[in-house]
């Protein structure tokens, strides 16, 4: 069934003619203006009246609308309550949400918002801290990276909704060939090992049993898999996993090795533009707010480790050739979707998008996810994610009854959510469209979260220049030593230096060799040393 076909139509009611933009559509009333940028006042103006109370939900983002029509429609017919969605402007948003607050008709009871805002928002009284129905465990129901973005001070003062990060999407296709192709390389040689045990001429034998003209051993997305090969899908799916890069030094050395097909034009391309899909080389190196993202005494971002990171990052350039002035994440995209390369590091957007291209028939291949590959055995990557949660306004009127439709949204009415919005649920045991987002999911547990700390306003583009900087050559260590010492100004209120980190030299091979080497070659010692000399 294709992605539109999963859309179910939401029901509308007998008699009413015309239904307004951003609204759930049944069981409630309708509001005029309701999807009017800052019109909290149209939220009392109705078509019909009824005898429930009624919560106002604000959103920001368009796509969630359909979905949260639904929520609406289910939530009012088993509760004696109306649910408004309203979808606002994302310009001065939360501003927006604390000036309606303070007026009589009270603006949003609960409203979509960015976990990295929860802190100004619980600071200036409009984020409540939930209450989960009684015996509902909330680290049972959400997951754990969820509940660290979605908590400020030790308190969880939102409802984790829906996430972003990012994750390691590759041609599944161009991979399972692959792996087919060193099934049978692998089945030749241990044919010729066997046969050669009994007869000097085993290796022709070998190479004459069961691969034909000599062709056979290159396959195709469709003829790598089962009985065409010789292989089950099973053995072709372990291959592929030993062949899956896990490092950046399996990266370099799968680029090294791989035989890639005429159409193929690069096999590891990113946005290297781009924080979010950068972050990963050194998420788990940088520490800044601890796991929740609040804490000013958890800061860390001038370290060995995350220079050593840096300093992969930047090695790459040499190696894969990215133009920084030539690329974007959708044309990226674009050229994965052509086939044009192996790898990227996508957002959960790219689902979707690759979904729709096969259903036009633009995607021929299979596709899937993995964890981003770590710096190297030492030094693991970890992405940046986002999480959107429900809020219930602290000056809301109706507190509780906002704090039962948050936890109802997030956490029993999220199976469409996908379907509906494209956003990717933060709660435990939802049933993905598709296994690909389970993989991003999988990603999302091990994420760092985006602080949410009030005094470290603008890290994230400074540190976006950091990598370009480093990128196109700067040094890794003295961009790193210069940021820390602008956050930790910030944090501190004044002037703050960093002591210059040594950094051990790096091995270089002397070409020096053990004594019997050099007699064994006929080299003279003293020639060699007046050579180096």
């Known amino acids: 069934m294709s992605l539109k076909g999963r859309l179910i139509g939401v029901g509308i009611l007998a008699g009413v003619a015309a239904l307004t ?8 009333p309708v509001t005029e203006n309701a999807g009017s940028y800052g019109d909290v006042s149209s939220q009392e103006n109705t078509f019909f009246s009824g005898r429930k109370e009624t919560l106002y939900l604000w959103y920001t983002d368009e796509a969630l609308t359909s979905y949260l029509g639904s929520a609406a429609v289910a939530y009012n017919e088993t509760h004696d309550v109306r649910v408004v969605p309203v979808l606002e402007s994302g310009l001065e948003y939360l501003e927006n949400v604390n000036s309606a607050s303070l007026t009589e008709d009270g603006g949003a009871d609960l409203y979509v918002l960015s976990h990295d805002l ?45 996430f972003e ?20 390389v692998e089945r030749l040689l241990a044919e010729e090992d066997t046969q050669g045990e009994g007869t000097e001429g085993g290796d022709t034998a070998a190479q004459g049993e069961g691969t034909g003209d000599g062709d056979d051993s290159e396959t195709n997305g469709e003829g790598a898999e089962g009985e065409d090969a010789g292989f089950t899908e099973g053995e072709i799916a372990e291959k592929l996993q030993e062949l899956l890069p896990s490092t950046i030094e399996e990266m370099e050395t799968f680029a090294d090795n791989y035989d890639a097909p005429e159409q193929v034009e690069g096999v590891f391309k990113w946005d290297v533009t781009d924080i979010f899909y950068n972050y990963f080389f050194v998420g788990d190196s940088i520490q800044m707010g601890g796991e929740a993202g609040w804490d000013i005494s958890q800061i860390d971002v001038y370290n060995k480790n995350a220079i050593e990171s840096m300093r992969v990052y930047q090695d790459l350039n040499q190696f894969f050739s990215i133009d920084t002035g030539e690329i974007d994440y959708s044309s990226i995209l674009n050229e994965f979707i052509e086939g044009k390369m192996v790898f990227t590091i996508a957002t959960t957007d790219a689902v979707s998008r690759l979904e729709q291209a096969r259903e036009e028939g633009l995607f021929p291949y299979e596709y899937d996810v993995t964890l981003a590959p770590d710096v190297d055995e030492n030094k693991k990557a970890r992405s940046l994610s986002m999480t959107n949660c429900v809020v219930v306004n602290g000056y809301s009127k109706n507190k509780e009854k906002a704090n039962d439709f948050a936890y109802f949204l997030t956490s029993e009415f999220n199976d469409i959510l996908y379907a509906r919005s494209g956003k990717v649920s933060a709660s435990k045991g939802v049933a993905y469209d ?11 547990e091990r994420s760092i979260s985006m602080p949410k700390m009030i005094e470290t306003s603008g890290f994230w583009l400074r540190l976006e220049s950091v990598f370009s900087q480093v990128w196109n050559g700067a040094d890794a260590n003295e961009m790193l030593r210069q940021l820390s010492e602008q956050v930790m100004s910030q944090v501190t209120g004044a002037a703050y230096e960093e002591e210059y980190l ?13 004594e019997e080497e050099y007699s064994e070659e006929g080299y003279d010692t003293q020639d060699s040393e007046e050579q180096h000399d």
């Open 118 to 162: 929860l802190g100004k928002a619980y600071l200036a009284g409009l984020a409540s801290q939930v209450r989960p129905p009684e015996g509902v465990s909330m680290e049972e129901k959400y997951m754990e990276t969820g509940l660290d973005a979605a908590a400020y001070k030790d308190k969880i003062v939102g409802y984790p909704f829906y």
């Open 21 to 28: 933009f951003g609204i759930a559509k049944y069981g409630r």
């Open 165 to 184: 990060t990012s994750a390691l999407l590759y041609n599944k296709t161009y991979l399972k060939d692959m792996a087919a192709d060193r099934l049978e």
């Open 502 to 514: 040594e950094e051990e030299p790096e091995q270089e091979e002397t070409g020096n060799y053990p």
């Open 434 to 444: 598709y296994e690909a987002l389970s993989r991003f999911a999988q990603e999302y």
